[in-house]
């Protein structure tokens, strides 16, 4: 099991280092689908960056690759993959990355950081929305077509586009759970999964603050129930796109503090 201490975050250059990063890509999901080293190293000498964490003995156990993006008027950093050894995660490495690479970034003269990630790891929604405080307001169906890795496997690959504003200072708020309405009713099935069981899609002209829960065990789920699985993704993603249609944003990420198995986004209406 690792440890987060005296774990070393820096920048990397060197094709060397880059070619250990193409393999901890591939330990992570699959040697087909990782990144050439020759590609970050280019990123890198073009305004990207590849970012590394290291154990206490020296050995690559964390990354992070972005790369400069234009949507036509504004340049931007593309982060494209963040990847823990699975030995490593649930330490806070990804957050450690994720800073590095927002300090990293300012200096570099950028404002704005996006990327993409599943909604339904919450853990990776927790990380980007409530403790970065990155905001989506786009839901992209299937972003990335099929996808033969185990973690994407068997799903279609819907995805957040997320945005973070590094320069802005943000706000925490302190959202109570049971505070305001639910936009998904769920129940739990006999093995004790959260099951879907309607959708709201009424409230859009509403003010203030609303709640989609969606289950905080989705790899298990998948495991163990592929067809509730996937009506978590077809339900949820009925929901988020009607809202961000209508003007709403995911702006945070809780967990319940009375049930292990559920996670609540929060939408605002940014209109």
């Known amino acids: ?3 987060a201490d005296n774990i070393m975050i820096r920048s990397l250059e060197s094709v060397k280092e880059l070619e250990k990063v193409r393999e901890l890509e591939s330990l992570i999901w699959s040697s087909s689908e990782s990144t ?3 590609q970050t190293l280019t990123a890198v000498k073009n305004g990207g960056m ?3 964490a290291f154990s206490e003995g020296g050995e690559l156990i964390g990354f992070q690759y972005s790369f400069p993006g234009f949507d036509g008027e504004n340049v931007y950093l593309c982060s494209h993959i963040l990847g823990i050894h699975p030995e490593f995660q649930k330490l806070g490495i990804g957050e450690k990355l994720k800073t590095r690479q927002k300090e990293v970034a300012i200096e570099k ?3 704005r950081i996006v990327w993409t990630y599943d909604p ?3 853990v990776n929604g927790h990380l980007n929305l409530h403790k970065l405080g990155a905001v989506c307001s786009t839901y992209i169906e299937n972003c990335y077509g099929e996808m033969d890795d185990a973690l994407n496997q068997g799903m279609p690959s819907d995805r957040f586009l997320v945005e973070w504003r590094i320069k802005d200072e943000r706000n925490r708020r302190n959202i109570k759970h049971d505070d305001h309405p639910y936009l998904i009713r769920v129940e739990k099935d006999a093995e004790g999964f959260l099951v879907p069981v309607d959708m709201d899609v009424t409230r859009h002209e509403e003010k203030g603050l609303l709640l989609v829960p969606v289950p905080s065990n989705f790899q298990q789920l998948k495991k163990m129930n592929a067809d509730l699985a996937l009506s978590w993704r ?4 009925h929901v988020f796109l009607h809202y961000f249609h209508h003007g709403w944003s995911a702006v ?4 319940s503090p009375v ?6 986004y929060i939408l605002e209406c940014q209109k």
Not at 234 to 237: F, I, K, P, T
Not at 259 to 264: K, N, R
């Open 36 to 38: 050439p080293s020759h």
């Open 234 to 237: 077809m339900n949820s993603r």
């Open 120 to 122: 339904l790891e919450t």
């Open 259 to 264: 049930d292990s198995a559920l996670c609540f």
């Open 109 to 111: 003269g950028y404002e």
């Open 252 to 255: 945070d990420l809780i967990r």
């Open 50 to 52: 590849v970012i590394g």
């Open 1 to 3: 099991m690792g440890r």
